[in-house]
């Protein structure tokens, strides 16, 4: 799994800024009872990424994204493979 500081230094480089507010964001429940490691499925998909764009501005998109991918792609996942599209598409697609 990336960490945070990973996800981060990511931002950084690609983006100029560490985001770090995006990633805190879209990471918040890995740290529940309930999710953990399936903490994805609530917000690493499209919905996610213009929730985080209402949330903290249209720059937001672009850092979700790249945040999503880098976390799909230690599932398994690749470019030629659907981008989930919500909840219920990430776990119908086999992601978690």
């Known amino acids: 799994m990336s960490t945070f500081d990973e996800h981060c230094r990511e931002s950084i480089a690609l983006f100029g800024k560490p985001y770090d507010e995006v990633h805190l964001w879209l990471d918040e429940f890995h740290a529940s009872a309930q999710y953990k490691m399936r903490h994805r499925r609530v ?54």
Do not use: C, M, N
């Not at 690493?44 to 985080?52: P, S």
């Open 43 to 96: 917000r690493h998909h499209e919905a996610g990424i213009k929730e985080a764009i209402g949330l903290f501005g249209e720059e937001a998109g672009p850092v979700a994204r790249q945040h999503i991918i880098s976390d799909l792609k230690q599932e398994g996942w690749t470019e030629q493979d659907p981008f989930p599209r919500d909840e219920e598409h990430y776990v119908r697609i086999g992601l978690f």
